[in-house]
């Protein structure tokens, strides 16, 4: 584990934490404009949708994790944080995204920002969290503590992303806009389904998801910010994500905890729209809700994160019948799963989404065989795509979607983007890759390509 106050810096003691405080105020200027206008900066950390949502800025504390116990590691940093807050009442933000495997040479990470913007039913808030004995007088009234988090908004609206995105330097600027094969090819992935295929046959496995990557080499510097905008708007009913480089929009809710309900939204089952017959209003029904695999494929993932959340709640509702996602590109099969935490000792929106990842929507069934099996299939390493992104606060309320739908950004000219499909016994090869692609499609779509 490392700390420190930048994305890459050196490991820093925790001694080093910082005694946060926080001031919250009204924030007219994000009432009668959508949220996304606030996304200035390509370091900024964000969560969209329908635009509202939270936006944070700066950054006061981060802390990276790789391994078995990244989950732990980072939210064990997030507790010390919050112990040594400068005043019990000092509210505090984190912008999280964990890498989907323990294997993987990715590094979470939970990242605080400096400040904090937040929409939500119309009302907007700004945050700023600070260091008290750094100069702020904690004593300072709250119109002084206004003015100086304004000014600081300013700086920070326009806040080069050097140093937040861990970017190295591209020798070569691509002269034109492309993409390319990425580690699995077309042919590599439908290799790899007919062998996820026969593992199904044989019973050891039930489904398994298999993902693919395709790579975005772009002449212009990649600009996170106008993407991020693109999406938002494209895809308003998805959760519009960006932490240090890994971007997209999901429409898959992991968890949300917000004052004692957790909600899920539990997608597997798609159909690509293009497809789609014209004329034929049912269609999207018919061959989603009364197709046989597929509602196998959804069931299983409904079944892994009702069976792993059902320990810890008082009391759950989850959809009997799965309804009809429609989304720009595709339609899904989808559950909303809502259940009650107890009022103590609950756990928080972070202990939830590692108790809960990864489900059957993204690893497969059983689960541990499904992780085992994609680790000697899929043939690369799925860094942060398919783990859990968002956002927790300090009172344990937060929000994580699955990292989907989006890319990871590895340099100044160049996107990774991902996409994966369950596979399960009447799975189809050929139409399996071309969900893949139908999935990686709003990332096209953002970028041009
Ligand atoms: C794995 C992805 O999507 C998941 C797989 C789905 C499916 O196979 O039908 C549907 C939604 C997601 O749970 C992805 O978008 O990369």
């Known amino acids: ?18 005694r946060l405080a926080s001031a919250t105020f009204d924030f007219p200027a994000a009432v009668n404009v959508p949220l996304d206008d606030f996304v200035t900066t390509d370091s900024a950390l964000v969560w969209l949708r329908n635009s509202e949502g939270m936006i944070g800025l700066g950054e006061v504390f981060s802390v990276a994790a790789q391994g078995t116990d990244r989950f732990h590691e980072l939210r064990q940093a997030w507790n010390e944080l919050l112990s040594a807050k400068a005043s019990s009442d000092a509210e505090l ?5 964990v890498a989907f495997s323990h294997t993987s040479a990715h590094a979470s990470r939970l990242v605080v920002p400096e400040m904090v913007i937040r929409k939500k039913g119309g009302d907007a808030y700004l945050t700023w969290l600070f260091d008290p004995e750094s100069g702020i007088a904690p004593e300072a009234d709250h119109e002084t503590l206004r003015e ?48 996820g295929v026969e593992r199904i046959n044989s019973g050891e496995l039930t489904k398994l998801v298999l993902a693919r990557d395709a790579v975005a ?52 089952g798609t159909l690509d729209r293009k497809s789609a ?16 695999k597929q509602r196998h494929e959804h069931q299983l993932a409904i079944d892994s994160l009702t069976s792993q959340l ?20 595709v339609w899904h099969l989808a559950s909303d799963v809502t259940a009650k935490l107890p009022s103590k000792d609950a756990p928080n929106a972070l202990d939830l989404a590692e108790i809960l990842h990864p489900t059957a929507a993204v690893c497969g ?46 340099s100044a000219h160049r996107i990774r983007l991902f996409a994966g499909c369950g596979v399960v016994a009447a799975s189809d090869p050929a139409s399996e890759l071309a969900e893949s692609w139908a999935k990686m ?6 970028l041009n390509l």
């Open 1 to 18: 584990m490392s700390t420190g106050t930048q994305g890459t810096s050196t490991p820093t003691p925790l001694a080093s934490l910082p």
């Open 93 to 97: 933000f984190a912008f999280v995204a």
């Open 148 to 195: 100086r988090a304004l000014e600081r908004l300013a700086v920070l609206q326009h806040e080069s992303s050097v140093g937040h995105l861990d970017f190295p330097d591209v020798a070569d600027v691509p002269t034109e806009d492309r993409l390319l094969v990425g580690h699995v090819s077309d042919e590599q992935y439908v290799e790899s389904i007919k062998r």
């Open 217 to 268: 080499e772009l002449a212009q510097p990649v600009q996170v910010s106008r993407i991020l905008k693109e999406l938002s708007v494209r895809y308003r009913d998805c959760w519009t994500y960006s932490m240090r480089g890994l971007i997209g929009a999901t429409p898959e809710m992991l968890i949300q905890v917000i004052n004692g309900t957790a909600r899920a939204r539990v997608l597997a």
């Open 277 to 292: 017959p014209v004329a034929d209003p049912d269609y999207a029904k018919r061959a989603l809700s009364e197709d046989e």
């Open 310 to 329: 059902l320990p810890y709640v008082t009391h759950m509702d989850a959809h009997i019948e799965p309804f009809v996602l429609e989304l720009p590109n």
């Open 365 to 410: 069934t059983p689960t541990v065989a499904a992780a085992s099996a994609i680790l000697e299939l899929e043939g690369m390493d799925r860094g942060r795509y398919a783990g859990p992104v968002g956002w927790i606060d300090s009172h344990g309320n937060g929000e994580f979607g699955i990292a989907l739908r989006g890319g990871i950004v590895e």
């Open 441 to 446: 499609r709003p990332m096209q779509q953002a």
